[in-house]
């Protein structure tokens, strides 16, 4: 991953090559995440943000960066290094401006808490994931400390009243049913289906059992058939070309007929 300046496209910094074992990253509010080759997330944390957070600056809100053990999430050693590697290819030149696009170790969650990680997003302070161990779960983190916040089991979308699908809609059984993608904010997690886009409200999820209750309200985002349908149906209405037809005139030009 390279950084450059959206002014004159300079180089400002980047990781090692091949430090990033995917080319997906998560980037919120000066977070950056992504899977690590170490098996689990990283996550790296924004030069400038850090140097404000100091004891001069320090309020409520500030964040601890880098997560230091015995913390579940500490930064190991072996992101230092990578920052260290990245510090010499990049000198500072003692200047607050030169930290721009600069990120230093953060936290690190281990497979032992992620699994291996089959997608993930991140929206500030959260970090969202599944992984391939467990697919029926989704696993909240919050970013600041490490933390996990909720684990949700999919199984709620099979529990609660669903609003806005089409009639005789029918989500496909747990066993059948895959999921494709997945976003949060404060407020909802969306689940990403197949042939439908899951929303919940977060705070009707009951975070100490993992499942919503029955009176959760799912909004479902649903063609009332399947995308394969339109896309054969679509094939049938558009009318090809006569390909005989054409041969014919593209000869007659070739040969001077009129």
């Keep these: 991953m390279t950084v450059h300046a959206m002014e ?15 080319s997906k990253c998560g980037l919120s509010e000066g ?16 030069a400038s943000d850090v140097s404000v957070d100091t004891p001069l600056h320090s309020d409520e809100d500030a964040i601890s960066t880098p997560i230091k053990l015995p913390r579940i999430a ?12 990245t510090a010499a290819e990049f000198p500072l030149r003692r200047s607050e401006e030169d930290l721009r696009g600069r990120y230093t170790p953060h936290a690190f969650i281990s497979a032992l808490h992620v699994g291996v990680v089959r997608m993930f997003r991140l929206r500030f302070p959260v970090l969202v994931l599944m992984n391939s161990q467990d697919d029926d779960a989704l696993l909240l983190f919050d970013v600041r400390d490490g933390t996990l916040i909720h684990r949700i089991s999919i199984s709620f979308i099979d529990t609660g009243r669903i609003v806005g699908a089409p009639p005789n809609f029918a989500l496909a059984s747990i066993l059948e049913r895959v999921v494709m993608d997945l976003d949060v904010t404060e407020s909802y997690i969306s689940v990403c289906l197949y042939s439908a886009i ?29 995308p394969q349908l339109y896309q054969e149906v679509r094939m049938q209405l558009v009318k090809l070309p006569d390909v005989s037809r054409s041969s014919e005139r593209g000869l007659g030009d070739r040969c001077g007929c009129p």
């Design 74 to 85: 500490a930064a190991l050693e072996f992101q230092f290094e990578e920052a260290r590697s």
């Design 8 to 22: 004159d496209n300079r180089m400002l910094w980047r990781f090692s090559p091949g430090y990033l074992s995917r």
């Design 198 to 226: 899951v929303n919940v409200p977060r705070c009707e999820v009951k975070p100490s059992t993992g499942n919503a209750s029955k009176t959760t309200r799912i909004l479902v985002h649903a063609e009332g058939r399947p």
């Design 31 to 46: 977070f950056l995440a992504f899977p690590s080759r170490h098996r689990g997330i990283e996550i790296w944390r924004r």
